[in-house]
């Protein structure tokens, strides 16, 4: 792999934002793609929400807000206040800023752009290099299966706080949805180096993108590496229920576990040097490991994650 | 003319907001109608605004910013700041808290609700008592006509700032649009008193009413007084561009002006003291005058001037 290659990165929301920050840094912007789950997108109040894409814009674009994990920093919250005096859904919060971007995608999907189109647009009108591809322009929903029904993903996720017991994951329409052709392009594209799947929910955000119709297929036949990061390390995801979501699947919340679920489809796997004692189980399963930090506290330890990430794809990669 | 009897003012925005306020102040407010022109009302960034139903609703509700005369007071401007940052469209202000009128109403409406039922509820969740009827739940756009071609009103009004020359009005579809049903039956109901017209501008805040289809001959079948209140002090609107559209339309831009743009229609006219020397021309359209304090500064101005026009309206009403 030459530094001039393309790498690919899935991602869902916090946790693979910022390690494309990381990869943003590390190498040339312009030859980074980011693929964002659009399965957790929704109409809330009429407008057209998509968090996964929205937490990797304002990532990339330095307006994330830390403490949250969405939405945009030195946020205001006039909107929400509105909206409960004149009794308005207020389950899933809308900053006042963060509304400019939901409100702007709903306009122009109306007037009939693609979701890809518009990302584009607003990524770019935030000066940011790295292309941010939806999965697909297509919609796609995650169900969350539990012992009382299934829950449309954010009303699992914000609404119910994650505290259902999930025993299974739809992905509504995925039949129907295409995905997005400049992924399908970048992966039959011989300067793409690398396909990184980033350390995101492995059922809720990585998954919607890997059923996508003929995305595995495309997968199995890139000729580059495939690596993943394990979003659980120490046995606990680093943000958000994946952790608790395999307790209730019946597996071993570990990073093992996470290695099993992308075995016959991954290269490489990345684990914590917490988690090191299960180097040979994952070997077993017929993958490389790097053992190395992947807790990305601040902005170093991002780009130092996504320093390994690139060479343990080259090592990948050699002959 | 008895206590329980009903009033339908007609208003526009701001002025018309005022003796609203403080009819709701004089007389039962379950008693008082307003019907409230959407003329102006667009479509902006996919929301449907309606800035004289709003401007009523935030005024009745007390949440009116007095300094702007549109929005909600302690407003915030996060949305703005990021709809400039994502290079969105931004001459016309929408304040954080004020999102939440259009974000609903546009929801609304969209899920199949009229006009008249989302305002009912919005205004109804604000605690107001006083029906507010939006003219019509069918579209009409106001054209402003000017020398360089047509504009639709809030690109004159907002975004051209009233500058362009005035030649005229167009009322689109309003040959289509439907009267407000509720409007149509207070007016044949023996139990409404009086019509007020209240001091809003007379082009494009009263006409867009005045002009939908059956009106007039209705209003000219009512069997109480129709009665306005001038918007024009002293050769001067009090607010906004009625006095410069008069001139630029070649009329003088004095009271007696607008007492003969509603000759024929109303029965009184009430006009400010330092207008008083116009009471014979206005007298000779055919017309009774009243001669009190009409600029409503304050809450108690506000509730005089109601309590004029109501006596002035049971005067008329007498045998």
């Known amino acids: 792999m030459t530094a001039s290659r393309r790498i690919l990165a899935l991602s869902g929301g916090v946790g693979g934002a910022k390690l494309v920050l990381g990869l943003a840094h590390t190498m040339a912007p312009e030859d980074l793609t980011v693929v964002a789950n659009t399965g957790d997108d929704f109409r809330h109040l009429g407008l057209h929400i998509s968090p996964d894409i929205d937490t990797v814009v304002y990532t990339l674009s330095g307006l994330a807000n830390p403490e949250l994990g969405w939405g945009r920093e030195g946020e205001t919250w006039s909107f929400m206040a509105g909206l409960r005096q004149l009794g308005g859904e207020d389950w899933f919060n809308l900053g006042d800023g963060d509304l400019a ?9 109306a007037e009939g752009a693609s979701l890809s ?9 935030l000066g940011i290099i790295v292309s941010i591809l939806p999965m697909s322009d297509d ?3 995650t169900v969350v299966e ?8 954010q009303h699992y996720f914000v609404r119910e706080q994650c505290a259902p017991i999930v025993t299974g994951f739809r992905f509504e329409h995925i039949e129907k949805a295409h995905p997005n052709p400049a992924l399908m392009d970048a992966l039959r594209d011989d300067t793409t180096g690398a396909v990184i799947i980033a350390p995101s929910n492995p059922f809720v955000s990585v998954d919607p993108i890997l059923h996508l119709p003929g995305l595995r297929q495309t997968l199995d036949a890139f000729a580059g590496p495939i690596l ?19 307790r209730e699947l019946g597996m071993p919340s570990d990073a ?6 992308y075995s016959g489809l991954i290269d490489g796997f ?3 040097r917490v988690d090191a004692d299960q180097e040979d189980e994952i070997r077993k399963l017929g993958m490389d490991v790097m053992i190395t930090g992947t807790v990305m506290r601040d902005l170093d330890s991002k780009i130092a994650l996504a320093q390994d990430c690139l060479a343990f794809a080259e090592r990948l990669a050699a002959p």
């Not at 093992?256 to 679920?261: F, I, L, S, Y």
């Open 256 to 261: 093992a576990a996470v290695a099993r679920h």
């Open 270 to 272: 990345v684990i914590d």
């Open 117 to 125: 189109q518009v990302t584009r647009d607003l990524r770019r009108s």
């Open 146 to 153: 539990t012992p009382d029904g299934p829950l449309a993903f």
């Open 101 to 109: 971007m939901h409100v702007l995608r709903t306009n122009r999907l």
């Open 139 to 141: 919609p796609v929903q």
């Open 228 to 246: 993943a990061v394990s979003p659980i390390v120490g046995g606990k995801a680093i943000k958000g229920p994946a952790a608790k979501m395999m």
